[in-house]
């Protein structure tokens, strides 16, 4: 089997931010209405803060109005469920994102379901899972991991997926559950592998399309590939790095890697997404689709296809 190809999600995402900065200011000269986000971030988690931040800047970027509501990490539920119901208020906010994780002493559900589902840019509202599930799409926000990995995966097969068979290992229900949703209705056959699945391999080594989303640095490798198959890594770990050197405190260097060990898959894959610059700008890519899409509603214009 030839090297696999590498699918550019750096390159996909500038393509799609590309498109929403263009609309973004048809859309503002002709009605007024600037994209409004709002990202929640609660507490100082350092990865968290690089995402928001970057989240931010890219909203910045494609002509949005961005903001960031940083709150301290021992915020109460309810402090945190009132400022929400502030910006389901605002009519200049048209997205709210609350990232994930929160503080243990804070309910998630609770909080993302006091999301509007009509600003709900994440997808993770009942209201979204649900019209994705039952086919009601157009209406839907679809969770950005998995409406970007879909980009990605047409890139190399094309709309039509009929006639093959796709595995997902992880069933979370921020990317392994709507990832099965999405593929599902391009009518691939589908199957949600997890932690207390069987001989994890051989149903792996069934799948065309081959998703990752499990959170174990390089779990996935060469034994778990079809030649052939299409790879989303979906999995962002950050591992030590002592090759790379240490910081002033003695602490190794880290290095971000997937859940599939790409050097291995590629000797069996066709086509495989690289960590980084794979699926992660995807995600910010299509938070940013989502975010526009919400403010073409507001403004009762047309939203652009992606
Ligand atoms: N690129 C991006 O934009 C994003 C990347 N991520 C990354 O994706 C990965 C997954 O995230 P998320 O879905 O939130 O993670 P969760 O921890 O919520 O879910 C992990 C899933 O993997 C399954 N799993 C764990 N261990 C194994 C195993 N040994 N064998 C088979 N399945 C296993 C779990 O099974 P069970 O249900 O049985 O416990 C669970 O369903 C992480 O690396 C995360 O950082 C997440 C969001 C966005
Ligand atoms: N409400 C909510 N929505 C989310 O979408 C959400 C969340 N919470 N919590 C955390 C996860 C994780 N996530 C990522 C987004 C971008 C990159 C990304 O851009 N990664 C770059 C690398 C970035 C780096 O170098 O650290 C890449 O893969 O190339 C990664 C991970 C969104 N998440």
Request: hydrophobic residues 45%; charged residues 25%; proline residues 6%.
């Amino acid at each position: 089997m030839a090297e696999a190809k590498r699918i550019d999600g750096k390159a996909a995402a500038a393509r799609i931010i590309d498109i929403v900065t263009r609309e973004t200011a048809t859309l503002t000269t002709a009605t007024g209405v600037v994209p409004g986000l709002a990202v929640v971030i609660v507490g100082e988690d350092p990865a968290s803060q690089v995402y928001v931040g970057s989240k931010a800047k890219t909203a910045k970027a494609c002509g949005f109005k961005s903001i960031k509501h940083e709150l301290p990490a021992e915020t109460g539920e309810a402090a945190l469920l009132k400022r929400i119901a502030d910006l389901n208020a605002d009519p200049e906010v048209h997205g709210i994102l609350v990232q994930l994780p929160l503080p243990k002493h804070i309910d998630e559900t609770k909080v993302v379901q006091a999301i509007d589902p009509d600003k709900d840019v994440d997808g993770f509202h009942l209201i979204n899972v649900g019209r994705l599930s039952t086919g009601a799409s157009a209406k839907a926000f679809v969770p950005c991991t998995p409406a970007g990995s879909m980009i990605l995966i047409r890139e190399v097969l094309g709309d039509d997926l009929s006639g093959k068979s796709a595995v997902i290992v992880g069933r979370s229900n921020i990317v392994g559950k709507p990832m099965a949703q999405l593929l599902l209705a391009a009518d691939a056959t589908v199957t949600i592998a997890h932690s207390r699945t069987r001989d994890l391999a051989s149903v792996c080594r069934g799948a065309d399309i081959l998703v990752a989303a499990v959170g174990r640095p390089e779990m996935l490798n060469g034994a778990y590939v079809k030649d052939g198959a299409v790879v989303i890594d979906v999995g962002i770990n950050r591992v030590d790095a002592p090759e790379k050197g240490h910081d002033e405190d003695g602490m190794p260097k880290t290095r971000l890697v997937g859940d599939v060990n790409y050097a291995d898959a590629s000797e069996k894959a066709a086509a495989i997404t690289p960590v980084p610059g794979g699926v992660g700008p995807m995600t910010i890519a299509m938070l940013m689709a989502n975010t526009l899409r919400s403010a073409c509603r507001a403004a009762d214009v047309a939203p652009p296809k992606f």
